[in-house]
Nanobody, 120 residues
Framework: QVHLVESGGGLVQPGGSLRLSCVSS????????MGWYRQAPGKQRELVAA???????QYVDSVKGRFTISRDNAKKTVYLQMLSLKPEDTAVYYC??????????????WGQGTQVTVSS
């Protein structure tokens, strides 16, 4: 099983930015699609962004134009750059190693999560 460790969360004012990182222990990181999910209190976990092994990306509509997912295979790391943050972006953010065809299919490996709080 792949071990994933997220970092980069914190408290930021509306309109601010953060960059989340997720480091993988997987030996075949470059072959995995990777996804960023988030879960707000009382809500279901939702897929925010995903990136295929080839670099194709997809985003939930609410973050399009504000968030960018990227990966560095040499560092076995996936990033989520978040700009123009809104209070509704407040959640625990998790990364996942999965597969991606037309859609992202989550795997069994999850990180511990990193808290993002957007508040003035």
């Amino acid at each position: 099983q792949v071990h994933l460790v997220e970092s980069g969360g914190g408290l930021v004012q509306p309109g601010g930015s953060l960059r989340l990182s997720c480091v993988s222990s997987g030996t075949i990181f470059r072959l995995n699609a990777m996804g960023w999910y988030r879960q707000a209190p009382g809500k279901q976990r939702e897929l925010v962004a995903a990136i295929s092994s080839g670099g194709n990306t997809q985003y939930v509509d609410s973050v399009k134009g504000r968030f960018t997912i990227s990966r560095d295979n040499a560092k076995k790391t996936v990033y989520l750059q978040m700009l123009s943050l809104k209070p509704e972006d407040t959640a625990v953010y998790y990364c996942n190693a999965g597969n991606m065809g037309g859609s992202y299919y989550p795997g069994k490996s999850w990180g511990q999560g990193t808290q993002v709080t957007v508040s003035s």
